[in-house]
C-alpha cells in the first residue's frame, strides 16, 4: 500500500492580502495549515517588505499557476528621494545620496519614457540567475556581477500622491518580470535625484483585484473557529479563475472521459468554437483539462482531478 497522503484534497484559489515581514512562502505555508490542505504553491512571489496580493493555489489549482504568472500585475509604490541603496529598497545599504529634490512637473515628465516596452537592468539583490547562482546570493557575498537589461511591459503608470518633498507614490500595471525596485531606482536616476522604494504593495494579480483579498489575521481566525477548515471552504475561488485569458470548451460526458484518459477529440458540431492554441475543456461546470487546439482538435496536457 502507498503512503496516505496528509492533508484534505481541497481546490481553488485563495487571493492572501500577505502581510509586511513574512516571505511568500512563510505566508504560503500558514495558508495550507489553516486549511490543512494537501497541496498548496502561490502565484508569484513578493519580497518580505512588500504587502498585498498573493494569490494561493489550494490542490488542483497549482496547475494553473503557470497561466496566472504570465498576467498583468498592479502596484502601488512609494519612492524616497535623494538616496540610492545597494538593494533598490529600505533593506539595503545607502550607496549614493544628492541634496536634489524633483518637482511634481519633472516627474510627470519623465513617466511617458517608462511606459510601454522598455529596457530594463534588474536588481543586484533579486533572483535573476548568473552561471547558475542567484544574483541576490552572489550580492550577499560582495560579488559585484554584470546584470544584463531586459525587456519589461509597463501598461499604465501614474503618480498619484506627494505626500512630501522627498517622496512620490506611483501606481503601474506591468508584465511578467518586471522589478518596481529597479523602476524606482530609474526614476531617480533619471531626475538627477537618485530614489528607492519605501512602500510596495500589490494590488491585483491577473483576475485577483484588491477587493478579493483577505488578510493572514482574518483566515487564521477563521480557521480557528468552531468548524474548523471547512468553514473556509466558501473563501476560494474556482480552480480556473486563473484561465481567464484562455479560452473554454464545453465538452460532453463520453468526450470528458477520453481527455481525462490523455486522448485528443476533435471539436464537433456547427457550434463548435474556432480557436487555436491554449483553451481549457470543461464538462457540467467542472473543469477537466488544461491543453492546446490544433486544427480543430483539442489536446490534453494536464488532467484536472475534480467531479463535475
Request: charged share 25%; with cysteine; aromatic share 6%.
Amino acid at each position: 500500500m502507498g503512503r496516505r497522503k496528509k492533508g484534505r484534497p481541497i481546490d481553488g484559489w485563495l487571493a492572501l492580502d500577505k502581510p509586511l515581514g513574512l516571505t511568500s512562502t512563510q505566508s504560503l505555508a500558514r495558508v495550507r495549515r489553516v486549511f490543512d490542505a494537501r497541496k498548496a504553491g502561490h502565484g508569484g512571489t513578493l519580497d518580505p517588505l512588500a504587502t498585498g496580493m498573493l494569490p494561493i493555489a489550494l490542490g488542483e489549482a497549482t496547475k494553473t499557476v503557470s497561466y496566472l504568472m504570465d498576467g498583468l500585475k498592479t502596484y502601488r509604490f512609494t519612492v524616497s528621494w535623494g538616496s540610492q541603496t545597494n538593494t533598490d529598497d529600505t533593506e539595503g545599504e545607502v550607496i549614493a545620496t544628492s541634496e536634489s529634490r524633483p518637482s511634481g512637473a519633472a516627474i510627470e515628465a519623465i513617466l511617458p519614457d517608462f511606459t510601454g516596452d522598455i529596457l530594463q537592468t534588474p536588481p543586484q539583490f533579486s533572483a535573476i540567475k548568473i552561471a547558475g547562482e542567484r544574483a541576490y546570493d552572489l550580492a550577499r557575498d560582495g560579488v559585484q556581477v554584470i546584470i544584463k537589461p531586459r525587456l519589461a511591459h509597463i501598461e499604465t503608470l501614474a503618480m498619484i500622491d506627494t505626500p512630501e518633498k522627498d517622496q512620490a507614490t506611483f501606481e503601474c500595471t506591468c508584465g511578467k518580470g518586471t522589478y518596481v525596485r529597479a523602476l524606482a531606482r530609474d526614476f531617480g536616476l533619471a531626475l538627477g535625484c537618485l530614489g528607492h522604494v519605501t512602500a510596495l504593495r500589490r494590488l491585483a494579480v491577473g483576475p485577483f483585484a484588491e477587493g478579493h483579498m483577505i488578510s493572514l489575521e482574518k483566515l487564521e481566525e477563521i480557521g480557528h473557529g468552531a468548524a474548523g477548515p471547512a468553514d473556509l471552504d466558501d473563501l476560494l475561488c474556482p480552480v480556473v479563475t486563473a484561465l481567464d485569458d484562455i479560452p473554454a470548451l464545453a465538452v460532453g460526458r463520453d468526450d470528458a472521459a477520453r481527455i481525462r484518459s490523455g486522448q485528443p477529440v476533435i471539436l464537433r458540431g456547427r457550434d463548435a468554437p474556432i480557436v487555436s492554441g491554449p483553451a481549457y475543456a470543461m464538462c457540467h461546470g467542472a473543469a477537466v483539462a488544461l491543453g492546446e487546439v490544433r486544427q480543430g482538435t483539442f489536446h490534453p496536457t494536464r488532467v484536472f482531478n475534480l467531479s463535475a
